[in-house]
């Protein structure tokens, strides 16, 4: 299994440009969630997805927008970027129907907005 | 909803020390207690975990206490090492809850 794999590992955007970081997991897991990590600074949740066809608001989800179609996938859309959205954004899932299942991160986007 | 305080924000220790960084969690009932290690530049990574159910676990030089009348849970390390520097976080949930992270602790072991 590959685990969490996000796309790309790296990425620089100019001042209104729009981009999709793409996320798929291969363990059949229900729940998807998109972080961002600002240097020093903890997890801020921004969407997360409990299942196909089904998502919801974050901590801090303006600017940001996902979709849900598969299990498998959930790519997160930066429209309009901003110096703000600087940020490494990582992607996790878990299998959880009861909350009691750790969550499985991928490697991470480091994206720059100049 | 859920509330997840982590100290210390920074801890500095020797190699061969100990390490204790401690959370406290406002939902009562949760029950779903995870660590997780972010090494520099990395992904975060499960190192350990406890239910509800049990008071105490270990796995080699890492341990975790819970205290569910006190509503914390501890991260003991023992005989630190310098591949032991990192980012810790916990973090706390109850169902199909979405979990809540603590903070954060740098853990700086010197050699």
């Known amino acids: 299994n590959a685990g969490v794999t996000q796309t790309p590992k790296f990425r620089i955007l100019k001042i209104g440009q729009s981009m999709t970081l793409q996320c798929t997991q291969d363990m059949n897991h229900n729940y998807m969630y998109w972080y961002r990590q600002d240097p020093g600074m903890g997890l801020k949740l921004i969407y997360y997805s409990v299942g196909a066809g089904i998502t919801d608001k974050g901590e801090v989800p303006n600017g940001y927008n996902v979709s849900r179609s598969t299990t498998e996938d959930f790519p997160l859309r930066l429209e309009l970027a901003a110096p703000s959205q600087t940020s490494v954004y990582f992607c996790?899932?878990?299998?959880?129907?009861?909350?009691?299942?750790?969550?499985?991160f991928g490697d991470g986007t480091r994206l720059s907005i100049l | 909803g859920e509330n997840v305080e982590q100290h210390p924000s920074t801890l500095s220790v020797q190699e061969g020390d100990s390490a204790v960084i401690k959370c406290t969690y406002s939902?009562?009932?949760?029950?779903?207690f995870p660590w997780y290690k972010q090494e520099l530049g990395k992904r975060p990574q499960l190192i350990i975990d406890i239910r509800s159910n049990v008071g105490e676990k270990k796995d080699q030089r890492i341990a975790v206490t819970l205290n569910k009348t006190a509503k914390h849970f501890s991260l003991h390390i023992t005989e630190t090492q310098p591949e032991d520097s990192a980012v810790y976080f916990c973090?706390?949930?109850?169902?199909?809850?979405?979990?809540?992270f603590g903070r954060g602790t740098s853990l700086i072991v010197h050699p």
């Open positions: 996790a899932s878990s299998y959880s129907t009861q909350g009691d299942q750790p969550q499985h």
């Open positions: 973090a706390a949930t109850r169902g199909s809850y979405i979990p809540t």
């Open positions: 939902d009562s009932a949760s029950n779903y």
